[in-house]
């Protein structure tokens, strides 16, 4: 049985996890962490990891500065931790795999299993299909979503310029500019609106062809399975940063 404690608890994602645990029996909720002290059911919640009277896998479904805090925690304490806040900065991101040194640390902006396929099948594409086709990537999510381009777009394009050896230029907005569409540029669009879950679409653009690669999340529920996965993953790991790719490769723990 593996423990999790879930920052973010009061929150959507935090609910749809606490529904998918309480289905599972290899796992299960033992504390929160949120804005303020409390109860949800019969599982404590803290307003900060120094109250925490337990230990676990900690998930976090926060905010930039709350992954931030979890990471430090872990590592203070030896506590696995799956981040999945989106819209973290460089420097953030460098305190997560400074924490990892110290407890695995699993990392992904997007906790769908079904989107990091998509990732994998996108560098197949740009191995593929080389400069001959212009790159395009386009995402949507409700309008309370604060960040854009979304966690997921970039990590979508950061991938594809990987495996490009970096020759592209990400393009956020073609308005100010009048010219044609370089070679080198990579363009990412954001939409928001309504209660879009989210969708993210790459396009590679031929002469007289368009390879697409969609995925659409019909609900947060892929999300925190993904999550799910990752803590059992992670419960079991050594000191290390660690990605989706990290579990796609590995053995996925079964659902039970």
């Known amino acids: 049985m593996t423990d999790i404690i879930i ?31 409390g109860q949800v059911g019969e599982i404590p919640v803290f307003d900060s990891f120094e109250k925490l009277p337990c230990g676990g896998v900690l998930i976090d479904f926060s905010s930039p500065a709350g992954a931030v805090a979890a990471a430090a925690y872990g590592a203070a304490k030896q506590l696995p931790c799956v981040i999945c806040s989106t819209g973290l900065a460089p420097g953030q991101e460098d305190a997560l795999r400074a924490a990892s040194t110290k407890t695995p640390v699993f990392r992904s902006a997007n906790m769908s299993l079904g989107i990091n396929v998509l990732i994998e099948l996108a560098k197949q594409a740009t191995r593929t299909l080389g400069t001959e086709f212009d790159i395009e990537i386009i995402e949507k999510h409700h309008h309370n979503k604060l960040d854009a381009p979304s966690g997921t777009a970039l990590m979508i394009a950061d991938a594809i ?96």
């Open 161 to 256: 310029n990987t495996e490009a050896e970096g020759r592209y230029e990400y393009i956020y907005d073609r308005t100010q500019v009048r010219r044609k569409r370089g070679v080198q540029e990579l363009g990412i669009s954001a939409v928001r609106g309504g209660g879009i879950v989210g969708e993210h679409e790459v396009l590679f653009c031929g002469p007289d062809e368009t390879l697409t690669l969609r995925h659409s999340a019909g609900s947060r529920g892929v999300f925190a399975d993904g999550a799910i996965q990752a803590a059992l993953y992670l419960a079991g790991q050594r000191p290390g940063y660690y990605t989706m790719t990290d579990l796609l490769r590995g053995k996925l723990p079964c659902a039970e």
């Open 7 to 37: 920052q973010g608890i009061y929150g959507r994602m935090g609910r749809t996890l606490l529904e998918k645990i309480a289905a599972r029996t290899d796992c299960r909720v033992v504390a929160g962490v949120d804005c303020k002290d």
